[in-house]
């Protein structure tokens, strides 16, 4: 089946939009059915030059070129169906949410885009709004989604029930989020690049410090040998030194089983 997009605004009809308000049309309006309107009131929807825009502290951290490349191509075919979100910082643009979106226009040498402007957020609502709209997006990995839940929870001092209520995530997953955050770097970096399930991280979060097998464990994972929960398990219960041993009793009760028996041959040969 075919896509459909929503028609694209033309600049003349995109000018200044103060939103949200009951004279939207119904296009700008399917816009924002899966934003914070509440933390979204009073933005501004207007073109915006790339080269103005900054760049800095993201939620998602990883991207696909081949991923953006489609992107780009679709944005080409389609045009830029949902607008960048940016805040004005007196005379400068920080890019708040689209990220892939603004890389995917620099891929193809866009000038600018349709920006939806805020202005006056707090540190914490801006925080918010990017943690909202980007984990409400495809392919952004849990890694990213934990930092942003716990950058959070760092920035505002907030208690895991209030992180629910903030960002509309149940009090499990954010205390799940923040125990993954919590992670040495090169664990949480080999999640990435290995596709480590979830489950992993947080059953070696559990491990207590003085645990033996900590370390091997470790090891496997930043190695990408451990990336599934039964690669866990296993590794949890495998004990190196305790096989080897076994097999060397094995072998030596095996020589000394065939010396016994040669033994007794040469004792009935003579």
Do not use: W
Not at 46 to 74: G, H, M, P, Y
């Amino acid at each position: 089946m075919a896509k459909s997009f929503a028609p694209r605004t033309s600049k003349k009809d995109r000018s200044i939009i103060n939103l949200p308000t009951s004279s939207l049309k119904p296009s700008i309006q399917e816009l924002f059915r899966s934003s914070d309107q509440k933390l979204l009131q009073g933005a501004k929807l207007s073109d915006v030059k790339l080269s103005k825009i900054t760049i800095r502290n993201q939620v998602r951290t990883k991207f696909n070129d081949s991923s953006l490349k489609e992107l780009a191509d679709n944005i080409k075919s389609n045009g830029l169906i949902q607008p960048l979100v940016i805040h004005r910082e007196n005379d400068k643009f920080i890019l708040l949410c689209g990220e892939r979106r603004y890389r995917a226009m620099q891929l193809l040498g866009t000038e600018e885009a349709a920006c939806f402007i805020l202005e006056g957020k707090t540190k914490e609502e801006l925080m918010a709004i990017q943690f909202s709209e980007n984990s409400s997006r495809e392919e952004l990995h849990f890694i990213d989604k934990a930092d942003g839940i716990y950058n959070y929870h760092v920035a505002t001092k907030a208690s895991e029930r209030k992180i629910e209520q903030d960002l509309g995530i149940c009090k499990t997953e954010v205390h799940r989020a923040i125990q993954i955050a919590k992670l040495p770097r090169e664990i949480k970096e080999a999640a990435k690049i290995f596709n480590i399930e979830k489950y992993v991280l947080l059953e070696f979060g559990e491990l207590a410090s003085d645990n033996p097998q900590k370390e091997r464990i470790f090891d496997g994972i930043v190695r990408g040998e451990i990336t599934k929960r039964t690669h866990f398990k296993k590794a949890l219960t495998e004990i190196p030194g305790v096989i080897i041993t076994a097999a060397l009793n094995s072998n030596s009760s095996s020589s000394s089983s065939s010396s016994k028996g040669l033994s007794k041959q040469s004792r009935k040969n003579s």
